[in-house]
T-cell receptor, first 107, second 114 residues
């Protein structure tokens, strides 16, 4: 399975944008880039996914590098409810969770 | 909107006992996935089913088995329980033919083995 590398943790202030990076230099041509997040004591939650083009939805934006070896999840205005572990996952359907980035949001 | 339902939410068992966890996917979702999350760990994929057939297999112990029924609900059967089986067990479901479009997770079943 292709591997992803994410920072262990990041901090942000409320109302500010957050850019969560993910490196995936061994990504294959058929791998989708998925982002999920997990709030404390809850199941993982789908955030966004993409293949080659940048994607936007109501939760976030996904910026994918032209060579697809990295991507960035963008939360446009962080809220306290966005504090969670964010997972960048490659593949099609089955999810292989790595370590993820713990996002801390301060008021 | 309807979500994935898991039952029971909490389960306490003794070592060597058996346990059955149930998962009811979102209506019209035909694919079900099971994940295990130990304390302080990340979720690990166990097994998945598509249209009642096993579609993928992860790190599921031989003591565990699962199936998907005609109404698309799924059950995870766990036998000869060990202390290390204590974990959160999540079920997720996805839409037909759109595995890449996201899995929707249930609230989980917390299994404690004493």
């Amino acid at each position: 399975d292709a591997k992803t590398t994410q920072p262990n943790s990041m901090e942000s202030n409320e109302e500010e944008p957050v850019h969560l990076p993910c490196n995936h230099s061994t990504i294959s041509g058929t791998d989708y880039i998925h982002w999920y997040r997990q709030l404390p004591s809850q199941g993982p939650e789908y955030v966004i996914h993409g293949l080659t083009s940048n994607v936007n939805n109501r939760m976030a934006s996904l910026a994918i590098a032209e060579d697809r070896k990295s991507s960035t999840l963008i939360l446009h205005r962080a809220t306290l409810r966005d504090a969670a572990v964010y997972y960048c996952i490659l593949g099609y359907s089955t999810l292989t969770f790595g370590k993820g980035t713990m996002l801390l949001v301060s008021p | 909107a309807a979500g994935v339902i898991q039952s029971p939410r909490h389960l306490i068992k003794e070592k060597r006992e058996t346990a059955t966890l149930k998962c009811y996917p979102i209506p019209r979702h035909d694919t079900v996935y099971w994940y295990q999350q130990g304390p302080g760990q990340d979720p690990q994929f166990l097994i998945s089913f598509y249209e009642k057939m096993q579609s993928d297999k992860g790190s599921i112990p031989d003591r565990f088995s699962a199936q998907q029924f005609s109404d698309y609900h799924s059950e995870l059967n766990m036998s000869s329980l060990e202390l290390g089986d204590s974990a959160l067990y999540f079920c997720a479901s996805s839409q037909p033919g759109t595995g890449e479009r996201g899995q929707f997770f249930g609230p989980g079943t917390r299994l404690t083995v004493l």
